[in-house]
Protein backbone atom coordinates (compact mmCIF):
# COMPACT_ATOMS: atom_id res chain seq x y z
CA UNK A 1 0.00 0.00 0.00
CA UNK A 2 1.13 3.83 -0.58
CA UNK A 3 -0.22 6.65 1.24
CA UNK A 4 0.79 10.07 0.90
CA UNK A 5 4.73 10.56 2.00
CA UNK A 6 5.71 14.34 3.46
CA UNK A 7 7.73 16.51 1.60
CA UNK A 8 9.60 16.32 4.52
CA UNK A 9 10.68 12.79 4.55
CA UNK A 10 11.20 12.52 0.85
CA UNK A 11 13.44 15.13 1.24
CA UNK A 12 15.17 13.67 4.33
CA UNK A 13 15.20 10.54 2.04
CA UNK A 14 17.33 12.52 -0.66
CA UNK A 15 19.86 14.14 1.69
CA UNK A 16 20.36 10.68 3.61
CA UNK A 17 21.04 9.31 0.44
CA UNK A 18 23.72 11.70 -0.16
CA UNK A 19 25.11 11.48 2.78
CA UNK A 20 25.17 8.10 3.11
CA UNK A 21 26.83 7.28 -0.27
CA UNK A 22 30.24 6.26 1.22
CA UNK A 23 28.30 2.93 3.35
CA UNK A 24 26.34 1.22 0.38
CA UNK A 25 27.09 -1.75 1.19
CA UNK A 26 25.85 -2.87 4.18
CA UNK A 27 29.07 -4.34 5.30
CA UNK A 28 29.68 -2.56 8.34
CA UNK A 29 26.53 -4.58 9.56
CA UNK A 30 26.35 -7.05 12.28
CA UNK A 31 27.36 -10.36 10.96
CA UNK A 32 24.80 -12.77 9.92
CA UNK A 33 23.92 -15.96 12.41
CA UNK A 34 22.69 -18.91 10.91
CA UNK A 35 20.43 -21.43 12.75
CA UNK A 36 20.69 -21.84 16.12
CA UNK A 37 20.03 -24.67 18.38
CA UNK A 38 17.22 -23.75 20.63
CA UNK A 39 15.53 -20.66 19.55
CA UNK A 40 13.17 -21.15 22.63
CA UNK A 41 16.43 -19.87 24.65
CA UNK A 42 16.93 -16.96 22.61
CA UNK A 43 16.11 -14.00 24.90
CA UNK A 44 16.29 -10.06 24.95
CA UNK A 45 13.35 -7.43 24.38
CA UNK A 46 12.90 -6.29 20.25
CA UNK A 47 10.73 -3.33 19.40
CA UNK A 48 8.38 -3.43 15.86
CA UNK A 49 7.28 -0.40 13.96
CA UNK A 50 3.96 -1.75 12.63
CA UNK A 51 2.39 0.83 10.36
CA UNK A 52 -0.86 -0.74 9.87
CA UNK A 53 -3.92 0.86 10.86
CA UNK A 54 -3.97 0.50 14.83
CA UNK A 55 -7.83 0.64 15.28
CA UNK A 56 -9.09 -2.57 12.41
CA UNK A 57 -5.97 -3.92 11.06
CA UNK A 58 -3.86 -3.23 14.68
CA UNK A 59 -5.63 -6.18 16.82
CA UNK A 60 -4.89 -9.31 14.38
CA UNK A 61 -0.88 -8.19 14.96
CA UNK A 62 -1.09 -7.78 18.68
CA UNK A 63 -2.76 -11.02 19.13
CA UNK A 64 0.27 -12.68 16.73
CA UNK A 65 2.90 -11.08 18.92
CA UNK A 66 1.17 -12.76 22.53
CA UNK A 67 1.29 -15.93 20.09
CA UNK A 68 4.92 -14.97 19.81
CA UNK A 69 5.78 -14.18 23.04
CA UNK A 70 3.93 -17.53 24.69
CA UNK A 71 5.95 -19.35 21.93
CA UNK A 72 9.44 -17.57 22.72
CA UNK A 73 9.02 -16.63 26.54
CA UNK A 74 12.46 -15.18 27.22
CA UNK A 75 11.50 -12.31 24.21
CA UNK A 76 9.71 -9.77 24.53
CA UNK A 77 8.56 -7.39 22.17
CA UNK A 78 7.45 -3.45 22.54
CA UNK A 79 5.09 -2.95 19.53
CA UNK A 80 5.01 0.57 18.47
CA UNK A 81 2.17 1.73 16.04
CA UNK A 82 3.72 4.47 13.51
CA UNK A 83 1.49 6.08 10.87
CA UNK A 84 2.68 4.66 7.44
CA UNK A 85 3.17 8.18 6.09
CA UNK A 86 5.60 9.15 8.88
CA UNK A 87 7.27 5.67 9.72
CA UNK A 88 9.91 5.96 6.75
CA UNK A 89 10.99 9.73 7.45
CA UNK A 90 11.61 8.50 11.47
CA UNK A 91 13.36 5.43 10.26
CA UNK A 92 15.97 7.30 8.72
CA UNK A 93 16.06 9.82 11.18
CA UNK A 94 16.84 7.03 13.60
CA UNK A 95 18.82 4.62 11.32
CA UNK A 96 21.86 7.93 10.65
CA UNK A 97 21.69 9.46 14.11
CA UNK A 98 21.99 5.64 16.00
CA UNK A 99 19.35 6.23 18.55
CA UNK A 100 15.66 4.86 18.28
CA UNK A 101 15.18 2.66 15.33
CA UNK A 102 13.47 -0.14 16.01
CA UNK A 103 14.59 -3.39 15.96
CA UNK A 104 12.13 -4.13 13.21
CA UNK A 105 9.98 -2.60 10.85
CA UNK A 106 7.43 -2.87 8.58
CA UNK A 107 8.61 -1.77 5.80
CA UNK A 108 6.86 -0.72 2.04
CA UNK A 109 8.03 -2.35 -0.44
CA UNK A 110 9.34 0.89 -2.02
CA UNK A 111 11.67 1.42 1.21
CA UNK A 112 13.45 -1.99 1.31
CA UNK A 113 15.93 -1.10 -1.21
CA UNK A 114 16.99 2.27 -0.67
CA UNK A 115 16.88 1.50 3.11
CA UNK A 116 19.77 -1.37 2.46
CA UNK A 117 21.71 0.46 -0.11
CA UNK A 118 21.93 3.11 2.89
CA UNK A 119 23.49 0.68 5.25
CA UNK A 120 20.74 0.19 7.83
CA UNK A 121 19.31 -3.47 7.34
CA UNK A 122 20.23 -6.61 8.54
CA UNK A 123 21.29 -8.96 5.25
CA UNK A 124 19.55 -11.95 5.91
CA UNK A 125 20.95 -14.62 3.95
CA UNK A 126 21.61 -17.81 5.39
CA UNK A 127 19.88 -16.62 8.78
CA UNK A 128 16.26 -17.82 10.40
CA UNK A 129 14.37 -14.98 9.29
CA UNK A 130 14.31 -16.21 5.98
CA UNK A 131 12.36 -19.85 6.13
CA UNK A 132 11.18 -21.33 2.76
CA UNK A 133 12.06 -18.61 0.52
CA UNK A 134 10.88 -20.95 -2.57
CA UNK A 135 7.09 -20.64 -1.08
CA UNK A 136 7.56 -16.86 -1.14
CA UNK A 137 5.32 -15.20 -4.84
CA UNK A 138 8.24 -13.97 -6.95
CA UNK A 139 6.96 -10.22 -6.88
CA UNK A 140 6.54 -9.98 -3.14
CA UNK A 141 9.88 -12.02 -2.67
CA UNK A 142 11.99 -9.57 -5.23
CA UNK A 143 10.93 -6.23 -3.42
CA UNK A 144 13.20 -8.05 -0.51
CA UNK A 145 16.71 -7.98 -2.73
CA UNK A 146 19.51 -5.75 -3.12
CA UNK A 147 22.54 -6.17 -5.15
CA UNK A 148 21.76 -9.92 -4.66
CA UNK A 149 21.60 -9.58 -1.20
CA UNK A 150 18.26 -10.60 0.72
CA UNK A 151 17.07 -7.30 3.61
CA UNK A 152 13.91 -8.36 4.30
CA UNK A 153 10.93 -10.66 3.86
CA UNK A 154 7.66 -10.18 2.44
CA UNK A 155 4.86 -9.59 4.95
CA UNK A 156 1.93 -8.85 2.57
CA UNK A 157 1.09 -7.85 -0.89
CA UNK A 158 -1.54 -5.89 -2.53
CA UNK A 159 -3.10 -3.77 -5.17
CA UNK A 160 -5.92 -1.97 -6.08
CA UNK A 161 -9.68 -2.61 -6.99
CA UNK A 162 -12.75 -0.75 -7.59
CA UNK A 163 -14.47 -1.10 -4.42
CA UNK A 164 -18.43 -0.40 -5.18
CA UNK A 165 -21.67 -0.26 -3.24
CA UNK A 166 -23.83 -2.94 -4.81
CA UNK A 167 -26.75 -1.25 -3.85
CA UNK A 168 -26.63 2.13 -5.26
CA UNK A 169 -25.18 0.61 -8.49
CA UNK A 170 -28.50 -1.38 -8.77
CA UNK A 171 -30.65 1.72 -8.15
CA UNK A 172 -28.69 3.49 -10.80
CA UNK A 173 -29.68 0.31 -12.88
CA UNK A 174 -26.28 -1.67 -12.69
CA UNK A 175 -25.95 -4.68 -11.83
CA UNK A 176 -22.21 -5.23 -12.89
CA UNK A 177 -18.78 -2.56 -11.97
CA UNK A 178 -18.10 -0.91 -15.12
CA UNK A 179 -15.05 -2.46 -16.90
CA UNK A 180 -13.29 0.59 -18.74
CA UNK A 181 -12.73 4.09 -17.67
CA UNK A 182 -15.45 4.96 -20.12
CA UNK A 183 -17.99 3.30 -18.48
CA UNK A 184 -16.91 4.44 -14.82
CA UNK A 185 -17.82 7.68 -16.27
CA UNK A 186 -21.03 6.91 -17.44
CA UNK A 187 -22.34 4.24 -14.44
CA UNK A 188 -20.52 7.39 -12.23
CA UNK A 189 -22.97 10.17 -13.88
CA UNK A 190 -25.70 7.91 -13.67
CA UNK A 191 -25.28 6.96 -9.75
CA UNK A 192 -25.10 11.19 -9.43
CA UNK A 193 -28.26 11.95 -11.34
CA UNK A 194 -30.28 8.80 -10.30
CA UNK A 195 -29.62 8.18 -6.70
CA UNK A 196 -28.16 11.96 -5.61
CA UNK A 197 -24.64 10.19 -4.12
CA UNK A 198 -21.45 10.82 -5.77
CA UNK A 199 -20.55 8.02 -8.60
CA UNK A 200 -16.63 8.15 -7.44
CA UNK A 201 -14.49 9.39 -4.85
CA UNK A 202 -10.73 9.85 -5.72
CA UNK A 203 -7.95 9.84 -3.52
CA UNK A 204 -5.39 12.09 -4.06
CA UNK A 205 -2.27 9.77 -3.63
CA UNK A 206 0.48 8.98 -5.79
CA UNK A 207 -0.57 4.93 -5.61
CA UNK A 208 -3.89 5.58 -6.60
CA UNK A 209 -2.61 7.10 -9.81
CA UNK A 210 -0.77 4.43 -11.32
CA UNK A 211 -4.21 2.88 -12.50
CA UNK A 212 -4.90 5.22 -15.09
CA UNK A 213 -0.92 5.93 -15.86
CA UNK A 214 -0.80 1.92 -16.57
CA UNK A 215 -4.15 2.15 -18.51
CA UNK A 216 -2.91 4.10 -21.10
CA UNK A 217 0.28 2.12 -21.61
CA UNK A 218 2.52 4.58 -19.30
CA UNK A 219 4.95 4.68 -16.43
CA UNK A 220 7.18 6.22 -14.43
CA UNK A 221 10.76 4.97 -15.48
CA UNK A 222 12.38 2.39 -18.24
CA UNK A 223 14.76 0.86 -16.03
CA UNK A 224 16.41 -1.17 -18.46
CA UNK A 225 17.65 1.92 -20.53
CA UNK A 226 18.06 4.52 -17.00
CA UNK A 227 15.49 6.55 -18.80
CA UNK A 228 12.82 8.68 -17.10
CA UNK A 229 9.35 8.60 -18.92
CA UNK A 230 7.23 10.21 -17.00
CA UNK A 231 6.93 13.14 -19.22
CA UNK A 232 4.93 11.05 -22.13
CA UNK A 233 1.81 11.42 -24.29
CA UNK A 234 0.63 8.28 -22.61
CA UNK A 235 0.98 10.08 -19.50
CA UNK A 236 -0.55 13.10 -20.68
CA UNK A 237 -3.49 11.05 -21.67
CA UNK A 238 -3.97 9.67 -18.70
CA UNK A 239 -3.94 12.82 -16.47
CA UNK A 240 -6.39 13.81 -19.18
CA UNK A 241 -8.46 11.09 -18.39
CA UNK A 242 -8.55 12.33 -14.27
CA UNK A 243 -9.35 15.45 -14.95
CA UNK A 244 -11.85 14.42 -17.40
CA UNK A 245 -13.83 12.39 -14.57
CA UNK A 246 -13.45 15.28 -12.25
CA UNK A 247 -14.65 18.41 -14.86
CA UNK A 248 -17.44 15.97 -15.83
CA UNK A 249 -18.82 15.20 -12.36
CA UNK A 250 -18.20 11.72 -12.59
CA UNK A 251 -15.78 11.83 -9.72
CA UNK A 252 -16.68 14.39 -6.64
CA UNK A 253 -14.02 17.20 -6.87
CA UNK A 254 -11.59 16.25 -3.97
CA UNK A 255 -9.80 18.20 -1.42
CA UNK A 256 -6.06 17.83 -1.98
CA UNK A 257 -5.43 17.30 1.91
CA UNK A 258 -7.13 13.97 3.43
CA UNK A 259 -8.66 12.55 0.46
CA UNK A 260 -8.10 8.80 1.68
CA UNK A 261 -10.36 9.31 4.69
CA UNK A 262 -12.22 12.01 3.09
CA UNK A 263 -12.96 9.09 0.21
CA UNK A 264 -13.17 5.98 2.89
CA UNK A 265 -15.74 8.10 4.61
CA UNK A 266 -17.79 8.46 1.60
CA UNK A 267 -17.71 5.37 0.76
CA UNK A 268 -18.46 3.63 3.82
CA UNK A 269 -21.56 6.33 4.22
CA UNK A 270 -23.51 5.85 1.27
CA UNK A 271 -22.43 9.02 -0.37
CA UNK A 272 -20.18 7.77 -3.02
CA UNK A 273 -20.94 4.34 -4.91
CA UNK A 274 -17.31 3.75 -6.09
CA UNK A 275 -13.45 4.32 -5.00
CA UNK A 276 -10.35 2.72 -5.53
CA UNK A 277 -8.51 0.73 -2.55
CA UNK A 278 -6.79 -1.77 -1.94
CA UNK A 279 -7.11 -5.26 0.18
CA UNK A 280 -5.78 -2.99 3.41
CA UNK A 281 -9.16 -1.21 3.59
CA UNK A 282 -11.15 -3.89 3.74
CA UNK A 283 -11.65 -3.90 7.24
CA UNK A 284 -12.27 -0.35 7.55
CA UNK A 285 -14.99 -0.53 5.24
CA UNK A 286 -16.47 -3.25 6.65
CA UNK A 287 -17.28 -1.50 9.86
CA UNK A 288 -19.39 1.51 7.57
CA UNK A 289 -23.33 1.64 7.96
CA UNK A 290 -23.72 0.94 4.47
CA UNK A 291 -21.35 -2.74 4.77
CA UNK A 292 -22.66 -4.14 7.66
CA UNK A 293 -23.96 -6.43 5.44
CA UNK A 294 -20.43 -7.41 3.46
CA UNK A 295 -22.43 -8.58 0.64
CA UNK A 296 -23.16 -5.38 -0.10
CA UNK A 297 -19.34 -4.69 -0.93
CA UNK A 298 -18.26 -5.46 -4.61
CA UNK A 299 -14.65 -5.68 -5.98
CA UNK A 300 -13.92 -5.61 -9.28
CA UNK A 301 -10.69 -4.81 -11.39
CA UNK A 302 -9.91 -1.30 -11.81
CA UNK A 303 -11.54 -0.09 -15.05
CA UNK A 304 -9.06 -0.51 -18.36
CA UNK A 305 -7.86 2.97 -20.09
CA UNK A 306 -7.56 2.72 -23.76
CA UNK A 307 -4.53 -0.01 -23.54
CA UNK A 308 -5.53 -1.78 -20.27
CA UNK A 309 -6.73 -2.32 -17.01
CA UNK A 310 -3.24 -1.50 -14.87
CA UNK A 311 -3.52 -2.02 -11.19
CA UNK A 312 -0.18 -1.37 -9.67
CA UNK A 313 1.60 -3.56 -7.09
CA UNK A 314 2.17 -2.79 -3.25
CA UNK A 315 2.53 -4.44 -0.02
CA UNK A 316 5.33 -4.67 2.94
CA UNK A 317 7.69 -6.50 4.29
CA UNK A 318 9.47 -7.03 7.54
CA UNK A 319 13.09 -5.85 8.03
CA UNK A 320 15.51 -5.90 10.95
CA UNK A 321 17.90 -2.93 11.92
CA UNK A 322 21.39 -3.51 10.89
CA UNK A 323 22.13 -1.61 14.36
CA UNK A 324 20.08 -4.00 16.58
CA UNK A 325 21.15 -5.17 19.69
CA UNK A 326 19.11 -7.79 19.08
CA UNK A 327 19.66 -9.66 16.19
CA UNK A 328 18.48 -13.15 17.19
CA UNK A 329 15.52 -12.51 18.75
CA UNK A 330 14.85 -10.26 15.73
CA UNK A 331 15.28 -13.07 13.74
CA UNK A 332 12.89 -15.38 15.14
CA UNK A 333 10.35 -12.59 15.45
CA UNK A 334 10.35 -12.41 11.49
CA UNK A 335 10.29 -15.78 10.77
CA UNK A 336 7.29 -16.27 13.05
CA UNK A 337 5.77 -12.83 11.60
CA UNK A 338 6.39 -14.44 8.28
CA UNK A 339 5.39 -18.17 8.40
CA UNK A 340 2.40 -19.56 6.12
CA UNK A 341 0.27 -19.86 9.60
CA UNK A 342 0.85 -16.58 10.77
CA UNK A 343 0.03 -14.83 7.13
CA UNK A 344 -2.83 -16.69 6.70
CA UNK A 345 -4.29 -15.39 10.21
CA UNK A 346 -3.63 -12.12 9.16
CA UNK A 347 -5.22 -12.68 5.93
CA UNK A 348 -8.18 -14.82 7.15
CA UNK A 349 -9.15 -11.99 9.70
CA UNK A 350 -8.26 -8.58 7.47
CA UNK A 351 -8.42 -9.89 4.28
CA UNK A 352 -4.57 -8.82 3.47
CA UNK A 353 -2.50 -10.60 0.82
CA UNK A 354 -0.41 -13.33 1.72
CA UNK A 355 2.94 -13.50 0.37
CA UNK A 356 3.50 -17.32 0.61
CA UNK A 357 1.48 -19.69 -1.95
CA UNK A 358 1.12 -22.15 0.63
CA UNK A 359 -1.07 -19.65 2.56
CA UNK A 360 -3.69 -19.25 0.25
CA UNK A 361 -4.21 -23.27 0.54
CA UNK A 362 -5.15 -22.44 4.31
CA UNK A 363 -8.73 -22.99 5.46
CA UNK A 364 -8.76 -19.78 6.94
CA UNK A 365 -7.46 -17.99 3.91
CA UNK A 366 -9.94 -19.78 1.82
CA UNK A 367 -12.70 -19.05 3.73
CA UNK A 368 -12.06 -15.18 3.33
CA UNK A 369 -13.91 -14.36 0.19
CA UNK A 370 -12.18 -11.15 -0.34
CA UNK A 371 -9.12 -13.09 -0.90
CA UNK A 372 -10.24 -14.80 -3.50
CA UNK A 373 -11.37 -11.49 -5.52
CA UNK A 374 -8.42 -9.84 -5.03
CA UNK A 375 -6.05 -12.77 -5.65
CA UNK A 376 -6.41 -12.74 -9.78
CA UNK A 377 -6.51 -8.99 -9.97
CA UNK A 378 -2.94 -9.42 -7.89
CA UNK A 379 -1.87 -11.98 -10.50
CA UNK A 380 -2.36 -9.53 -13.45
CA UNK A 381 -1.21 -6.14 -11.67
CA UNK A 382 1.69 -3.97 -13.15
CA UNK A 383 5.41 -4.63 -11.42
CA UNK A 384 7.32 -1.69 -9.83
CA UNK A 385 10.80 -1.22 -9.75
CA UNK A 386 12.57 -1.72 -6.47
CA UNK A 387 15.36 0.24 -6.88
CA UNK A 388 16.63 2.61 -3.82
CA UNK A 389 15.31 5.80 -5.25
CA UNK A 390 11.83 4.32 -6.00
CA UNK A 391 10.71 5.58 -2.43
CA UNK A 392 11.73 9.18 -3.53
CA UNK A 393 9.45 9.16 -6.80
CA UNK A 394 6.08 9.27 -4.39
CA UNK A 395 6.35 12.85 -3.27
CA UNK A 396 6.81 14.72 -6.82
CA UNK A 397 4.04 12.58 -7.98
CA UNK A 398 1.57 13.46 -5.46
CA UNK A 399 2.51 17.45 -5.92
CA UNK A 400 2.09 16.93 -9.17
CA UNK A 401 -1.55 15.38 -9.28
CA UNK A 402 -2.18 18.09 -6.81
CA UNK A 403 -1.23 20.66 -8.81
CA UNK A 404 -3.16 19.22 -11.60
CA UNK A 405 -6.09 18.72 -9.98
CA UNK A 406 -5.73 22.61 -9.21
CA UNK A 407 -5.35 23.54 -12.70
CA UNK A 408 -2.42 22.57 -14.07
CA UNK A 409 -2.43 21.50 -17.37
CA UNK A 410 -0.63 18.02 -18.09
CA UNK A 411 1.64 18.74 -19.89
CA UNK A 412 3.32 21.47 -17.35
CA UNK A 413 2.57 18.81 -14.23
CA UNK A 414 4.13 16.26 -16.29
CA UNK A 415 6.94 18.47 -16.96
CA UNK A 416 7.30 19.36 -13.41
CA UNK A 417 7.38 16.02 -12.15
CA UNK A 418 9.87 14.84 -14.50
CA UNK A 419 12.20 17.62 -13.54
CA UNK A 420 12.13 16.78 -10.20
CA UNK A 421 13.22 13.12 -11.17
CA UNK A 422 16.16 14.13 -12.86
CA UNK A 423 17.10 16.09 -9.73
CA UNK A 424 16.36 13.01 -7.36
CA UNK A 425 18.43 10.83 -10.42
CA UNK A 426 20.70 12.56 -11.94
CA UNK A 427 22.68 9.98 -13.83
CA UNK A 428 19.29 9.01 -15.75
CA UNK A 429 18.60 10.39 -18.95
Known amino acids: MRRVISAAAAAAALALAVSACGSSDSGDAAPATSAVADPAQISGEITWWDTTRPDSEGPTFQKLIKEFEAAYPKIKVKYVNVPSD?????????????????DVIRSEVAWTSQFASLGYLQPLDGTRAVDNESDYLAGPLSSTKYNDKTYAVPQVTD??????????????????????????????????????????????????????????GGDLLDVPNKKIVVNSPENAKAMADVTDLVASGAAAKPALQDSYANAMTALKDGKAAMI???????????????????????IAPVPAGSVKAGAPTGGWNLAIYAGSKNIDASYEFVRFMSSASS??????????????????????????PDV??????????????????????????????????????????????????????????
Open 372 to 429: AVFKPILDTAVGRPWIPEGGQLFQPLLEGYQALLAGTKPEDMLKQVDEQYHGIMKDWS
Open 159 to 216: TLALLYNKRILKEAGYEEAPKTLEELKKVALDVKAKTGANGLALNVDSYFLLPFIYGE
Open 86 to 102: QAQGQFQTAAQSGTGAP
Open 343 to 368: LATVSGDLGLLPTRASSFQDPKVQAN
Open 276 to 298: YNGPWALSEVYQGKEFKDKTNLG
